[in-house]
């Protein structure tokens, strides 16, 4: 069966659109859990530290078309029972940082969460893909508190710096959407941008920490980055707070 016709099949009949729906609203519900998550930590951070570690999130649930693409690439029964058992994104949370340090600190504040459990960890800035793709990926499990029971819903998170996302958003474009099949040459090329933004994010990092350090800010020892809550302006608690509640 192809995309299309599974998709009709999908629209048409009433019971599987109603396992859609009820599918749909758990893993909507695991997004809503964790940015509610991300957004208490990223408050708390202004509150006590004047620096907000996520620049933004975005989040995305997988559309019935995406899942029954994604199923029929792998070879994998067309089913609800299928998508569950086999897919780990078909709910997915975005957290743009500001800085690299940003990244590992948040990724450890979410696994420690003890409702939260670890499915999947891929470091690809340790290990970044061929063409040069760099983010960090988790697989969480996330408890769903329902009328009659409690369910465990993996939600895919991808934590990257504002410079990955610009990369990783353009690259997406380039292949997916132009017909033009991408030469040696010009994979070459957007590999070699990947590792410019990459060395852009090191030195910004680099940045970031000595001006805090010039700053008389101590070292909270997480990885050499720095935090002053003694020295918190006023004005900076409340546009953090402010921030996060537009
Ligand atoms: P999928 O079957 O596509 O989910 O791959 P996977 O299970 O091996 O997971 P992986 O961690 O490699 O990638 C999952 C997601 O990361 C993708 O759906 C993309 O959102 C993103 N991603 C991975 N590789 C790339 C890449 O090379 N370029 C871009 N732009 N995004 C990528
Ligand atoms: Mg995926």
Same mark, same amino acid.
């Given at each position: ?47 006590? +530290? ?125 292949? +997916? ?70």
């Amino acid at each position: 069966m192809n995309t299309e016709t599974a998709i009709m099949k999908i629209t048409g009949d009433a019971e599987i659109q109603r396992q859609f729906l009820e599918m749909s609203h758990l893993y909507d519900a695991a997004i809503r859990e964790v940015r509610t998550k991300l957004e208490i930590l990223d408050r708390e951070f202004s509150i006590l +530290y004047a620096s907000n570690p996520i620049h933004h999130i975005d989040s995305r649930l997988k559309s019935p078309r995406s899942i029954i693409g994604k199923l029929e690439r792998k070879g994998l029964p067309v089913t609800i029972e299928s998508a569950e058992a086999n897919l780990q994104d078909i709910a997915g949370v975005r957290i743009v940082c500001n800085y690299i340090d940003d990244i590992y600190r948040l990724a450890e504040l979410l696994v420690r969460q003890q409702d939260l459990e670890l499915v999947v960890q891929k470091d690809y800035i340790r290990n970044p893909k061929p063409n040069g793709y760099r983010s960090l990926h988790l697989v969480l499990r996330v408890p769903v508190y329902l009328s009659s029971h409690t369910e465990l819903v993996p939600v895919e998170v991808q934590i990257r710096t504002i410079a990955m996302d610009f990369w990783a958003s353009l690259e997406h474009q380039l292949r +997916y959407k132009s017909d033009v099949e991408a030469t040696a040459a010009l994979k070459g090329r957007l590999k070699r941008c990947a590792e410019q933004s990459a060395a852009l994010d090191v030195e910004m990092q680099s940045i970031y920490r000595e001006v805090r350090r010039l700053a008389g800010c101590r070292d909270d020892g997480y990885d050499g980055d720095d935090s002053c809550p003694e020295r918190v302006p006023q004005a900076d608690y409340r546009s953090g707070a402010e921030a996060l509640r537009q």
